[in-house]
């Protein structure tokens, strides 16, 4: 049984930093994929970054250049820096995993992790 488990988020002012953790656990392989989504009240979640396990990184847009994804690959667990925070990134934020394994992928998700930015 994969789980994940989230940890880190808060509340926070605007500008402040958060670094979200995500551990893994039940898989004996490394994960293809690893990544970060969020989900704003009202609203469809929505992907904020990823990484392979090549370490390609992928993020959303309106979070470039300030927030960074990294991955213990050894651990399978994934971090979020997430910097210069602005109000819209408050949301639920849910780890996600991909594994690929004999043909077949499966999809992981964490519980997920309030972040709340307010002054």
């Known amino acids: 049984q994969v789980t994940l488990q989230e940890s880190g988020g808060g509340l926070e002012q605007p500008g402040g930093s958060l670094r979200l953790s995500c551990v893994s656990s039940g898989s004996r392989h490394r994960f293809n994929a690893m990544g970060w989504y969020r989900q704003a009240p009202g609203k469809e979640r929505e992907l904020v970054a990823d990484?392979?396990?090549?370490?390609?990184?992928n993020y959303k847009d309106s979070v470039k250049g300030r927030f960074t994804i990294s991955k213990d690959y050894l651990k399978n667990t994934v971090y979020l820096q997430m910097n210069s925070l602005e109000p819209e990134d408050t949301a639920v934020y849910y780890c996600?995993?991909?594994?690929?394994?004999?043909?077949?992928?499966?999809?992981?998700w964490g519980q997920g992790t309030q972040v709340t930015v307010s002054s």
């Open positions: 996600n995993a991909v594994l690929r394994l004999g043909g077949r992928e499966g999809t992981y």
């Open positions: 990484i392979s396990d090549g370490g390609r990184t």
